[in-house]
């Protein structure tokens, strides 16, 4: 039996050997946990700007913020992207925002060779998507702008409204009983047709910068009947269009005044519901203009 345990023993030596040979070569083939972290750490792509290390996977969202150009050492950038894209652009004219827009495209550019220059393969292919990106933002945003500049800058409109004269506008009458004149056509209220120019450049809140609003003086010819070009009109127009609208179109108001030339009404001395004047034998007009208020509506192109 002793013999028998002997062997057993002298059996299982090589066996256990081997094991831990076997442990020793999985542990020193297997990286460790720190390692594998160095590693990684190693092998993520990162581009060095002014100093300061930014991994190129957080390049889309530091050019969301802007921080991207401090971390860059660029003031120009970072001040062209807070006016163009930053939470207080309405602050800004349209063309100012348009003229930060295109430093911030340039901005990109020089970006992109400092990219190209030190990052290959999927690091310089992440950092060109990122930074193509960006470039589709800021054309995007400048049609936007460009649809606001236009919008509040000289534009045309024409636009249908009404007018009303103080005065009384007989332009034409016959005489009733008791020879007391009696008005046959009343032109006081007269429906308008507007060929109107305006310049929405008094407003500078931030509603108007970004183009929700825009308030302005207008100029414009009104027709009449059968006039084509029958009064000059002037006065004050407020537009609105939706900001987010790329297009440069919208509607406006306008209030004010319109002068017509050679307007038909009663003469002096003869008025509408009473006696012919003294010495008249029939009634009598004159033409001269006259001022009435002005109220239209129109669609901005």
């Known amino acids: 039996m002793n013999d028998t345990m002997g062997r057993a023993r002298g059996m299982s030596r090589p066996g256990v050997v081997l094991t831990a040979l076997l442990a020793l070569a999985s542990l020193a083939a297997a ?31 530091r050019l969301k913020t802007g921080k991207l150009w401090i971390d860059a050492g660029e003031p120009e950038c970072a001040k062209a992207h807070e ?35 030190q990052l290959k393969g999927k690091g310089a292919e992440a950092m060109d998507f ?27 409109g024409v636009g249908v409204g009404v007018s009303y004269s103080q005065d009384d506008i007989i332009s034409d009458a016959e ?18 047709v507007i060929l109107e120019s305006h310049y929405y450049g008094w407003c500078h809140s931030t509603a108007c910068n970004v183009g929700s609003f825009g308030v302005g003086p207008f100029l414009g010819i009104v027709a009449k009947d059968e006039k084509l070009l029958s009064a000059f009109g002037a006065g004050v ?50 033409e001269k203009s006259r001022w009435s208020a002005l109220l239209f509506f129109t669609r901005t192109f």
């Not at 590693?39 to 792509?45: H, Y």
């Not at 060095?48 to 390049?59: A, C, D, F, H, M």
């Not at 990122?130 to 509040?152: G, M, N, P, Y």
């Open 237 to 286: 127009m407020l537009g609105w269009k939706d900001p987010k609208n790329g297009e440069n179109d919208g509607w406006s108001i306008g209030v004010g005044a319109v002068l017509d030339a050679n307007v038909k009404s009663l003469a002096d001395g003869f008025e509408e519901g009473k006696p012919l004047p003294a010495g008249e034998t029939e009634i009598r007009f004159e």
């Open 175 to 192: 005489v009733g009983a008791g020879n007391v004149i009696v008005s046959t056509k009343d032109e006081r209220t007269q429906p308008r």
């Open 130 to 156: 990122s930074l193509a990106h960006e470039k589709d933002v800021i054309a995007e945003q400048a049609k936007t702008d460009r649809a606001v500049q236009e919008f509040l800058g000289m534009r045309f």
């Open 83 to 117: 006016v163009a894209m930053g939470p207080d652009r309405g602050n800004y004219r349209p063309q100012e925002r348009l003229e930060a827009l295109k430093t911030l495209d340039r901005c990109v550019d020089t970006l992109r060779v400092t990219g190209s220059g």
């Open 31 to 61: 990286p460790s946990m720190a390692q594998e972290q160095e590693s990684d750490k190693v092998a993520s792509p990162a581009v060095v700007l002014r100093g300061n290390k930014v991994e190129v996977s957080e390049v889309p969202g």
